[in-house]
């Protein structure tokens, strides 16, 4: 099919850096978000998401008259919705006395909804939006259908997953290999012929049910894999290993790659996705729902840490450095580093928190520093939660001169311990039982 125009509902972290991208090659776009803040930012020409080269697309994309914005769909020939599929923030399933989280699945219903006045013969929906198996078929489609057109006879449909990594988004977009699923081979084919107009790496048709599970499949696998390293720091710790050593030894086994231990799994992804598989079948993934348990239990783990670093955390003065669900992005969303910060403060302490990537970050409870400087100065321990390069170039010497802290608690691996040790500051590391000191 020849597609001219395209209405990419969600512009978000996904749907704004694709919008553009189909733009700058040459389609018109319509994007649509219901929050007409977004919109008011994109048409006086700002983005309301910080990704890197994100602001030079969406300009050219705008520049080049292809793009523009609104809160409500309009006719096109190929629809793309793109919105979140959070978890419910206060409902919980249950299995055999073990309770998991739920999809949130309204943004997806009503941007299908949104879809059906505007939906003619030989329209291309797709789905792009990270969604429990048989969401296309068994959501999706009835929606669509109201409007008594016929899904895969008189219109085609597809799930087609994101699979971009946020930090490298718009290259990952064009590089990465694409998995197009149909609920007929022809609609996989009609997807697969939009996409082909900007993604170089390989693309891939199939059903959409495979399509939505292999997306699902390889956020689990990520969460899972985190989850054992996690778990092996806990072990090491025990057996007074240095975790870090250990793994980088054994990843010297030719088929053996094992992640980084860490504070935990954040994120509006790896976080969420596995509940996915649990809520659909509980009863066949107590792999997937005990790795989400020990990722979610790691903020409590490095409190522990801090404990015995500190005695007792009773009014100690705490410099959390990094609020980020991961290394250099300003994505604050499910982020296991908040949640250290709020159990250090139900504990007794008093945290002030440093963010470089978002210094002006509104958060419930958390006092949040002016600077980094105002961040160490009184504090009596200094945690280092996010692998923020700008974290990792700090000079012991001088931070020592900015502060009257002397113990350091490193939950990513990030400082080297000798430079640490001799600037006069105890280190003690997540996944090493021991502090390191000069003494
Ligand atoms: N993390 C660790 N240890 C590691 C790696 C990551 O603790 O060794 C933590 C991070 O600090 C972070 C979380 O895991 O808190 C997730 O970070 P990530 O970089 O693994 O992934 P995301 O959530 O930024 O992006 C993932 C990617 N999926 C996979 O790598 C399988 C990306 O390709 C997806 O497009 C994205 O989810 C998504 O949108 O689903």
Not at 151 to 172: H, K, M, N, T, W
Not at 180 to 204: C, N
Not at 212 to 234: G, L, P, Y
Not at 314 to 323: C, D, R, S, T
């Amino acid at each position: 099919m020849n597609v001219q125009k395209i209405c990419f509902i969600g512009l978000g972290y996904i749907g704004l850096p694709t919008a553009s991208t189909f733009a700058m090659h040459g389609l018109k776009v319509l994007g649509v978000d219901i929050n007409p803040h977004v919109i008011n930012t994109l048409n006086k020409g700002g983005i309301h998401i910080h990704e890197p080269g994100l602001r030079d697309v969406v300009t050219k994309a705008i520049q080049s008259g292809n793009i523009s914005f609104a809160t409500q769909p309009e006719g096109a020939d190929a629809f793309i919705i793109a919105v979140p599929t959070p978890f419910k923030k206060d409902e919980r399933g249950e299995y055999q006395g073990e309770t998991y989280k739920l999809a949130d699945m309204s943004a997806v219903t009503s941007a299908t909804e949104a879809i059906v006045p505007h939906l003619r013969p030989g329209n291309l929906v797709i789905l792009e939006s990270t969604s429990p198996p048989l969401t296309t078929l068994d959501l999706v489609k009835p929606i669509l259908e109201r409007s008594r057109l016929k899904a895969g006879v008189d219109f085609y449909l597809c799930y087609s997953p994101e699979r971009v990594l946020p930090g490298q988004i718009l290259q990952e977009l064009i590089e990465n290999a694409r998995v197009v699923g149909g609920v007929t081979p022809e609609s996989a084919k009609a997807g697969r012929d939009l996409y082909a107009t900007f993604v170089k790496g390989e693309i891939i048709e199939t059903d959409s049910t495979t399509a939505e599970m292999v997306k699902i499949m390889e956020n689990t696998t990520r969460d899972v894999n985190i989850a054992i390293a996690n778990e092996f720091s806990r072990l090491a710790e025990k057996f007074g290993v240095d975790v870090w050593e250990a793994i980088s030894l054994a990843n010297r086994h030719p088929r053996i790659n094992i992640l980084s231990p860490g504070p935990g799994v954040g994120g509006h992804c790896i976080s969420v996705d596995p509940w996915f598989f649990v809520e659909a079948a509980p009863e066949l993934t107590p792999l997937i729902y005990h790795a989400r348990k020990v990722n979610d239990g790691q903020p409590h783990f490095v409190v522990k840490k801090v404990k015995q670093a500190l005695g007792n955390l009773k009014n100690k003065k705490i410099a959390a450095l990094g609020l980020a669900y991961k290394p250099d992005v300003d994505d604050l969303r499910e982020s296991p580093a908040t949640e250290v910060v709020h159990l250090l403060q139900q504990a007794g302490a008093h945290v002030k928190a440093w963010e470089p990537f978002k210094p002006d970050a509104d958060m419930k409870g958390i006092d949040i520093a002016t600077s980094f400087d105002a961040a160490i100065q009184d504090a009596d321990l200094i945690l280092l939660l996010v692998k923020h390069t700008e974290f990792k170039n700090l000079i012991p010497t001088e931070v020592a001169l900015k502060t009257k802290a002397r113990i350091v608690v490193d939950c990513v691996n990030s400082w080297n311990v000798a430079s640490w040790k001799n600037a006069g500051f105890k280190l003690h590391r997540l996944g090493v039982n021991k502090p390191e000191s000069k003494n």
